[in-house]
DNA sequence: GCACGATGTAAACATATGTTTTACTCTTCT
DNA sequence: AGAAGAGTAAAACATATGTTTACATCGTGC
């Protein structure tokens, strides 16, 4: 192949993917996409078979370079203790989902993800499987490791869910929390800080969840 | 007015409500709301003044009623315990969110409110100001009152969006959760036992938290 | 030198969609 | 009874958008 073609084709799917973060899948015409990257809308059609493909491969790819450049486990791997390996997992999440050099920030890819998470599209299904579920596993055994004991799944799912939640919250709503309270709305400065956050708030959960766990589960009846 | 006229009104936001949750704003066209509500496309535009009308009549609606049927305070108020008001509010949240009852299930229109959470709507502004500041704010109190410290707001705020992000990120997931952990994925049966495990992971983060608070803040070095 | 395939471009096409127009119906008040 | 106005319906309108077609351009191997 020659230069100018990985060019175009590589410079279409940069610009898809700030467009369709901006915009969403629907509002993102693929004119508009055309005229960020210098294009003719044809050659959107001719390298990427329509819109829905265009829009495949970068999901695909935005997961591909997300996960390489911000992994979900550090160089020392299992070596570090269970809980700092929760910090890197957490903090790994946010830089992906908002670093710039990441997803692309607040403005970016990150919301990307969020939509998908309400609306997956075909394309999605392929993504949960190389990277989400593999993802999720990866949790749970840190999870595992913090808690010395290996309980019912089931029981430990909704532990992770609450860590996931709070690390995707932050990166969906981030809109949203900026109207409400500008300091705690993420950006580029207090990403540690929000995770470290995140993860101190997530070791207390999983403290606490796995007293219960150990604890006759006693019927609290304060149903009320 | 007419009887007539306010059912037909009536029946073209409840249909609005369920078409715009199924699908988003864009998706949903106003020919395929008429035609689920069994109305005339000029009847919407008659009595809403266009789309986008319409989908602001919506979520003021989905919203007050969503709030009306399933307040974040119970009837005892401020009597109860703040444990107990925090599982009422988080309770709340999730029913509000995910039962049938309240904005439509998984299917419905707790979606609505996760893609507002993403691309706000010109709409959602006077949502946010009669809605879900003052929710916030009461969740911060009730923070408070768990604490028994009055911290810096600037320290608070984070615990308050690790508990919503909580609560949001069941409603907004559910379908991936559906296909990661089909056992954890929220429905009408598991809503107060989800609610539950969010409750008491929040109060061993809060706790958490509340340790960092009053301990000084040893700045642990541990970057990796 | 030249034909051929890959790549890029401009225009045309078909369709979906929000909105408006126009006419009709039905209730209500005098 | 009749006028008036609100509510409803069908069709027309204007536009945006994904896709396709026909043609131009460029590099490459024979």
Partial sequence: MPDKTASTKQRILKAAGVIFGQMGFKDATIRRIAEAAQV???????????????????????FATGFSRFPATGENGVDASPEQRLRFFIRAMFYRLQSRDGW?????????????LIDP???FEVVLDTYIK???????DILVDIMQITPDPKKL???????LGQCIYYALASTVIQKISADSAPNEDN???????????????IARIKDELLAPPSPTKADK
């Fill in 134 to 140: 593999p993802h999720k596993d990866l949790l749970l």
């Fill in 104 to 116: 692309g920030g607040m403005a970016g890819q990150g919301r990307l993800i969020a939509r998908e």
């Fill in 157 to 163: 799912i909704p532990c992770a869910l609450s860590i």
């Fill in 40 to 62: 003719n809308v044809a050659a959107i059609n001719y390298h990427f078979q329509g819109k829905d493909g265009l829009y495949g491969a970068v999901l695909e790819d935005v």
């Fill in 191 to 205: 990403l540690d800080q929000l995770a470290d956050s995140v993860w101190l708030f997530s070791l207390g959960g």
């Fill in 121 to 123: 599209s075909p394309a």
